[in-house]
């Protein structure tokens, strides 16, 4: 039997040390071709490239750069680069969390959200601290992958991983978390140009959350890895009911 064939990407860019410490980690268990960004995507979301020529280019063996974002990574593989359809979607390790409401923001956790619709079983996994090492990252997003190709995913979902930025033998378990809700604090910072006119810089201050022990944020926080089953259906069905009695038409 083939190997699984896994396409790798992520918002980093193709040469980010999280895509290569996971590379890495991956090539006990399948067949893994790289397709990502040729520099950095972070927060592109799940944008498409619609307005101008992606080009590829093949800068190393089974490793495809991209001047487009994670889901044109992931669209052109499964469509166009790969000679057949992947086993699984992996998107990371992205270096920074993606937990909560953010992950609407992340290109990390589009690039999985596009596998996924695609009919891929799909994974983003980040390392929940900038900087910090990604070997643990790397190394329990293999042991998943395994997993999710053995057993299968749940149908229309796919899996957001946030891993504590510690050494294994201080990482206290996994749990299956719901997302959490990030409390905004104001961060817009407003300057002067040269020219005297206001500019201004959205300034990620580190954010506080709220939402329970059952969430992401939470699990991260005492030290456990998070894995939030997620899909696209963004309907809120409490609201349908409530809404049955709004009088909108006629005007
Ligand atoms: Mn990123």
Redesign the pocket.
Known sequence: MAKPLILLT???GVF?KGLQALRKALEEVGEVVVIAPEG????VGHALTLHKPLRVREIGDQCFAVNGTPTDCVMLGVYKLLQRRPDLVLSGV???PNLGDDVTY???VAGAMEGMLLGVPSVAV?LAETGSYFKVAAEFSAYLARYVLRNGMPDSTFLNVNVPPLPWEEIKGVRVTRLGRRIYRTAIVEKTDPRSKPYYWIAGQHPTWAGGEETDFAAVESGFISVSPLHLDLTNYAALAQMAGWKLWPL
């Not at 950095?40 to 927060?43: D, G, M, P, S």
């Open positions: 992520n918002d980093d980010a950095e995507r972070n927060a992205n270096d920074g992340s290109g990390t980040s």
